[in-house]
């Protein structure tokens, strides 16, 4: 089984910074995937940035540029570094395990989210 506990989100002035970390334990295996998710009020949650397998990570187009997404050698930690942070920044984060199983089929941890909110 897998916990995923976020942690370093809060209130943020239009270009500001904010690291947000995501703590793992239990099963982490090699192979999982890493991500953030995040979700803004009335909208769906959305893919922000993912660790890619061969060492080439995936943003959403919107952060690409601002955000910087990391791991550990462990997966123990996973960091969203987000610079210039803009109002339509905020929303709720979602560290995410992504599993590939047998079949072709997956399954997905998720953490309880961490709020970010970008305002004057």
């Known amino acids: 089984q897998v916990q995923l506990v976020e942690s370093g989100g809060g209130l943020v002035q239009p270009g500001g910074s904010l690291r947000l970390s995501c703590a793992a334990s239990?099963?982490?295996?090699?192979?999982?995937?890493m991500g953030w998710y995040r979700q803004a009020a009335g909208k769906q949650r959305e893919l922000v940035a993912q660790i890619g397998i061969g060492g080439s990570d995936w943003y959403e187009s919107d952060v690409k540029g601002r955000f910087t997404i990391s791991e550990d050698n462990a997966k123990n930690t996973v960091s969203l570094q987000m610079y210039n942070l803009k109002p339509e920044d905020t929303a709720v984060y979602y560290c995410n395990v992504w599993r590939r199983q047998n079949g072709g089929l997956n399954i997905n941890y998720w953490g309880q989210g961490t709020q970010v909110t970008v305002s004057s």
């Open positions: 239990g099963n982490i295996f090699s192979s999982d995937v």
